[in-house]
Structures are given as structure tokens and as C-alpha cells.
């Protein structure tokens, strides 16, 4: 599979000529080359972005609802290709990828094609014939930059706000999984989108990545990525006076009262702290106990952990699949390590798995979990974006509430626990921009969603999207 970038509505390869090569996880294997562009690719990119501009933001809303409906419409007519894409790409099991990743794609089209025909500014009327209006007109130019762990849902997350508002794209996803954003940019050509109005760059982030920041006609940029990429977007970003939404790292409470819904909890923290091989932003990597539930807990929840089969993505019963990379693995145990210098105790997993051939040489780990470590040592307050969990008991909701605002993140939490005044009383003080109580990952796409601290500045998601993409312009008239 060789990726090329797409540009002006055509698929170039890059200026330098090169390639990257492209893994498979699931085989350790290289399956594919995309292109290693640069600059000079950005820059071809933004002239195509800038040319499209003035046709893009005068079509009837309706004319504009059609063209992100279409491309929704064919990523739903495209489910298989695309998960199986988005598993070989990216390691994960392709049930996952055929339920969450690739529907979840396709909505994001579809519910911002909606939202653009819905979307409505203010007006406010003072004495004696004084009317204020604001225009909430499109930006430009967007700058869209996603990462690996939800490739094609990331990415469209950021694209479909930024096209209905009626900017035109400059978009780039990780290098670690170009694929379906290659498909989604085949589907864009078949639906005959304008060209130029999205535009696709692959290659490195320090490249391309900084390349899309560092351009001045590109005066908004939507990020998805680590913690220390947005401090360095940030720095570029801040004195060009770029508007800026960065959704970055997380390191979630899960939070768990003795009088919860015991089995409903069990299921839903399975999934909160493994899914996706834990390579979700919104897992719950810390797991806070009350005391009288701490044994009972932790005995079914290894016992129901080490039944959790570790496999490869296309292989029906897998629960766990391949993490993302070599690198991204022996990031993942060396933590586990970390946590067994600082005194933690391994529960279960902390190591590598080992399938049989084709898949001898994938990277898999184990779901692990880890009891006895301090608040303050680093396993407990890095993110490690992998499948590994801490385990920590508490006594009162005053002492939980500080261990799980005790940490630089605030993207989500979950609170578990039926009686729903402490729920509200205990959501209202965490420090999360994102809160589930009984249930996790339940996402209504109309709410803001974003993080505070070091996970981020900006919201996405409904109203608040449009907003962030549009540039709000007051008008008043005496009449
Ligand atoms: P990175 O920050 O490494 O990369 C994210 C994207 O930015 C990639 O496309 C990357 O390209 C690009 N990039 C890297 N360096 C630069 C740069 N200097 N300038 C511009 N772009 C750059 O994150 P990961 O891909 O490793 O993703 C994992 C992280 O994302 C985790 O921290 C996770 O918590 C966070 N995340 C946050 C979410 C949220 O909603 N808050 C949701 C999902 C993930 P390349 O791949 O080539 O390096």
C-alpha cells in the first residue's frame, strides 16, 4: 500500500522523493511506504487551501451539507475496507475498528454537516433602536493535526467542523498510521469535494507537522497529541497569534464507592482501562478504591483481567490487540519497570506477549495492574497510554478528590457510585473537563468535550467546534 498526499483534489507523491516505511504492529512487519514530505509539500498544500477558500465559504449551506453527508454516506458504505485498514494500520482487533473507530468517522461527518444547517449567531437589541449582530464568519485556512491512537475518528473529529464551518483544510495524521486518511482522501476525490478544499500532507511531525504551525496563512490550528508536542505547537503558535485548540494527555481517575452498581462497574472498568490497548485518551489509568470494596475488587478484577485474551486484531476473540509500535511497547515497559523500582507490586501482566507465527514478531503486552505505589512517584502521575493500571484505595470522597486532582492532567474522570448527590457533589470538584458518572466513554457529540490543565486549552465538539472555527465579528446599528 503506498500512501500519497493529496493536494488541490490530486494524489502527489513528495517533494523529496522519499518514503517511509510503514509497520504493521499486529506482525512487526512492513507492509507499505507513505510519503516523507516537508515544507515544500506544505506549502503546495496551502496555495491549493488558499485557491479553494472563496468558493468554499460562499456555497449554500445545503450545497456544503451535501458534500460532508456524501463523504459520511461513503465511509458507512466503506465500513469493512476501512477497519480492516484501520486494525492492520494500527494494531488494534478489527471489531473494534468495524464498532467504534470507522462509525464513529462517519458520524462525525454527519453530525457536523447537520450542525452547519443549525448553527446560529446572536443578536441583541438595546434602547432607542441600537441592534448588535455577530457574523460568525469561516477563518480560512485550518490547520487539522491528529494522532495514531483513533486515527480516522480523530481526524475527522477536527476535519468535518473545520470544512462546515467553511474553512479549507491542511491536514496531517500520525505517521505511525496514514491509511484510512489516504482512503478518506480517495473517498473526498469520489464525491468530487472541490479541490483544494482538504488537503492531506503525510510524513513526520517535526516536519510536516511544524510545517502546517510555522505557516502564516494557516491561522487556526486544531492539535491532538502528547503533552509536550502542544507545549511546542504553543510556543510556535502563541506570537503569530494563531488560534489554538490543543487536546492532549491524560491521567484519569477512575473512582469507585463501595455502593455501586458492582457488576455494571466491573464490565465498564474492563473496558476503561484496556481498550484499545489502553491507547485511549479518556482511560481510566488510575483506579481509586474505597477501602471496604479494595480486596473483593481487586480479586475479580485480576481474575477477570487475566482472562482477557491478548491476540491479534483479526482474530475475533480479541480483547487486547497489538500496541501501535516497537517504540510505543518498550515505552510501556519501561514504565512497568519504573513502577517496580518505586515499590509497586504486579498483579497481573507486566510483560510482552508472544503469539505464534505471522505474528511472532507484533508488539503485544499484557493487560497489566499494579498495586502499592505512592500518590507522587511517577508511574502514578505520567501518562503511559498503554495498558497498564494502578490501583489505590481510599477511605473518604475528601481524601479521593485530592489523589485524583493530585496529578498536571484534567481531561475526564469516572465516579462510580449510586448514590447520585455524592456523584454530583464529587463531580462538581474534580478538575476534568470530562466527566462520566456510572458509565464511561458514553459521548453525546453536542457537549463541549476538551480537558483543563496540562490536557489542553479549547473545546471540541457541537456548537463549540463551529465557534472555535468561525471568527466571531460584531456589528451594531443605530436604526
Ligand atoms: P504526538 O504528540 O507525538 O503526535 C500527535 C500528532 O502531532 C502526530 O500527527 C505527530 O506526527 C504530530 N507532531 C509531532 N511533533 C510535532 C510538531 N513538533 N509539530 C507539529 N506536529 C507534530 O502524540 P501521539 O501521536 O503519540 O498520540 C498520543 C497522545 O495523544 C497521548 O498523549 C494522548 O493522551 C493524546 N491524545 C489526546 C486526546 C484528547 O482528546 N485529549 C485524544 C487522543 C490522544 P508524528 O506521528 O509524525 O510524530
Not at 504492529?25 to 512492513?30: D, K, Q, R
Not at 465500513?79 to 468495524?98: C, S
Not at 491476540?311 to 511497547?329: I, L, M, N, R, T
Request: net charge neutral; with cysteine; proline share 6%.
Amino acid at each position: 500500500m503506498r500512501v500519497l498526499n493529496y493536494i488541490g483534489g490530486d494524489f502527489h507523491t513528495p517533494k523529496s522523493g522519499q518514503f517511509i516505511p510503514n509497520i504493521e504492529p499486529a506482525t512487526g512487519e512492513v507492509y507499505g511506504e507513505l510519503p516523507d514530505s516537508d515544507e515544500r509539500d506544505v506549502v503546495l498544500a496551502v496555495e491549493a487551501a488558499k485557491k479553494a477558500f472563496p468558493l468554499w465559504k460562499q456555497l449554500p449551506l445545503e450545497k456544503r451539507f451535501e458534500y460532508l453527508y456524501a463523504i459520511s454516506q461513503r465511509i458507512t458504505e466503506q465500513l469493512d475496507e476501512l477497519a480492516e485498514a484501520e486494525a492492520r494500520d494500527n494494531g488494534k482487533p478489527l471489531w473494534l475498528a468495524k464498532k467504534v473507530d470507522i462509525p464513529r468517522a462517519a458520524a462525525n461527518f454527519r453530525f457536523f454537516a447537520s450542525a452547519l444547517l443549525h448553527f446560529f449567531s446572536e443578536s441583541y437589541e438595546m434602547p432607542k433602536g441600537v441592534l448588535s449582530y455577530v457574523l460568525r464568519q469561516p477563518i480560512g485556512i485550518a490547520g487539522c493535526i491528529a494522532p495514531w491512537n483513533l486515527p480516522l475518528y480523530l481526524f475527522t473529529w477536527k476535519i468535518a467542523p473545520a470544512l462546515a464551518a467553511g474553512n479549507t483544510v491542511v491536514a496531517k495524521p500520525s505517521e505511525i498510521t496514514p491509511v484510512t486518511a489516504f482512503l478518506l482522501s480517495k473517498i473526498c476525490q469520489e464525491i468530487d469535494l472541490p479541490p483544494g478544499v482538504l488537503n492531506i500532507v503525510h510524513g513526520y511531525g517535526n516536519k510536516v507537522g511544524e510545517a502546517i504551525v510555522k505557516h502564516p496563512d494557516i491561522k487556526v490550528i486544531s492539535f491532538t497529541g502528547g503533552t509536550e508536542t502542544g507545549k511546542r505547537i504553543a510556543a510556535i503558535a502563541a506570537p503569530m497569534f494563531k488560534r489554538l485548540a490543543l487536546e492532549l494527555g491524560g491521567k484519569n481517575p477512575n473512582i469507585i464507592f463501595a455502593d455501586c452498581d458492582y457488576e455494571t462497574m466491573m464490565q465498564t472498568t474492563l473496558l476503561s482501562s484496556f481498550s484499545n490497548q489502553g491507547q485511549i485518551c479518556l482511560c481510566g489509568s488510575r483506579i481509586f478504591i474505597e477501602k471496604p470494596l479494595y480486596e473483593r475488587f481487586k480479586h475479580d478484577f485480576v481474575e477477570r483481567t487475566k482472562a482477557m485474551k491478548v491476540s491479534h486484531p483479526f482474530d475475533p476473540e480479541a480483547k487486547v490487540g497489538a500496541v501501535v509500535s516497537e517504540q510505543h511497547k518498550k515505552k510501556i515497559l519501561s514504565y512497568i519497570a519504573l513502577a517496580k523500582e518505586e515499590g509497586g507490586t504486579i498483579l497481573t501482566g507486566g510483560t510482552e506477549v508472544h503469539l505464534e507465527t505471522p505474528y511472532d514478531k507484533g508488539y503485544y503486552v499484557a493487560p497489566t495492574i499494579i498495586e502499592g505505589l505512592p500518590q507522587q512517584c511517577r508511574t502514578n502521575q505520567e501518562e503511559i497510554f498503554g495498558p497498564v493500571v494502578t490501583l489505590q484505595p481510599f477511605e473518604t470522597e475528601e481524601e479521593v478528590i485530592n489523589l485524583a486532582n493530585d496529578v498536571p492532567y484534567g481531561l475526564s474522570a469516572t465516579i462510580w457510585s449510586q448514590n447520585i448527590r455524592r456523584c454530583m457533589r464529587v463531580a462538581e470538584q474534580l478538575q476534568a473537563g470530562v466527566i462520566w458518572i456510572n458509565s464511561w466513554l458514553l459521548r453525546d457529540l453536542r457537549v463541549p468535550f476538551g480537558g483543563m490543565k496540562n490536557s489542553g486549552i479549547g473545546r471540541e465538539g457541537g456548537f463549540e467546534a463551529l465557534r472555535f472555527f468561525t471568527e466571531p465579528k460584531t456589528v451594531t446599528i443605530r436604526y
